[in-house]
């Protein structure tokens, strides 16, 4: 069993940054940060493999930045020149194998998941 502790949320202005952390009690083997906003559905935002591959969702290339200290477990993502659409819950997720690019955006690939930290964007 692996515990995901998010940190980092909160309020800022639209052009702001943020830096998300999650802590995990354990090795993991790909690291993801998901987002849901009220009313939508939950989305991949970026992720990172163990031996330091990343992938981004569109929304997030050249704003955001995803990278991971191994030896503390924790990955963070900095997020950078925020706009209102960004506001949402962010999840950290972690899997105990590497997946390949296409896969590490889904949902689905993730069996341990954060309670989330929240992100609000204003204009």
């Known amino acids: 069993q692996v515990q995901l502790v998010e940190s980092g949320g909160g309020l800022v202005q639209s052009g702001g940054s943020l830096r998300l952390s999650c802590a995990a009690s354990?090795?993991?083997?790909?690291m993801a940060w998901f987002r849901q906003a009220p009313g939508e559905k939950r989305e991949g935002v970026a992720a990172?493999?163990?031996?330091?591959?990343?992938t981004y969702a569109d929304s997030a290339k050249g704003r955001f930045t995803i990278s991971q200290d191994n030896s503390k477990n924790m990955v963070h993502l900095q997020m950078n020149s925020l706009k209102p659409e960004d506001t949402a819950m962010y999840y950290c997720?972690?899997?105990?194998?590497?997946?390949?690019?296409?896969?590490?955006?889904?949902?689905?690939?993730?069996?341990?998941w954060g309670q989330g930290t929240q992100v609000t964007v204003s204009s």
């Open positions: 990172i493999t163990r031996d330091g591959r990343t």
């Open positions: 997720a972690a899997a105990l194998f590497i997946t390949g690019a296409p896969s590490r955006l889904a949902e689905t690939m993730y069996k341990y």
């Open positions: 354990a090795n993991t083997y790909t």
